[in-house]
């Protein structure tokens, strides 16, 4: 499996920006589509965003579309997830993930094998 590692979390203040950055090790980088995620406490884990093996194909969760984008940087082994105009709702534990090898994204925790330990992300009113 795939290790990873998140950072880049933080507090911030409504409105603000954070870029969390998610690095992976031990594995082909670009044969994983790459997802974010999220929990509040709780809660399960919510879909957040995910981007394919290429960087072509992307989805996001209505909840942050418009305020979040995904990226990834294959030479660099690491996807990141730029978050503007941030809410307090958006306060959460974020966590990278990677499916199986080749295998496309999807929306559900479910169908995702490797996961990072997560990073704190608390935005405050």
């Known amino acids: 499996q795939v290790q990873l590692v998140e950072s880049g979390g933080g507090l911030v203040q409504a409105g603000g920006s954070l870029r969390l950055s998610c690095a992976a090790s031990?594995?082909?980088?670009?044969?994983?589509?790459m997802g974010w995620f999220r929990r509040t406490p709780g809660q399960e884990r919510e879909f957040v965003a995910a981007?394919?093996?290429?960087?072509?194909?992307?989805y996001y969760a209505d909840s942050v579309k418009g305020r979040f984008t995904i990226s990834r940087d294959n030479a660099k082994n690491t996807v990141y997830l730029q978050m503007n105009s941030l809410k307090p709702e958006d306060t959460a534990v974020y966590y990278c993930?990677?499916?199986?090898?080749?295998?496309?994204?999807?929306?559900?925790?479910?169908?995702?094998?490797?996961w990072g330990q997560g990073t704190q992300v608390t935005v405050s009113s």
């Open positions: 993930a990677a499916p199986a090898p080749l295998r496309g994204f999807g929306l559900t925790e479910y169908e995702y094998r490797s």
């Open positions: 031990g594995r082909t980088f670009s044969f994983y589509d």
């Open positions: 981007i394919s093996r290429s960087g072509d194909s992307i």
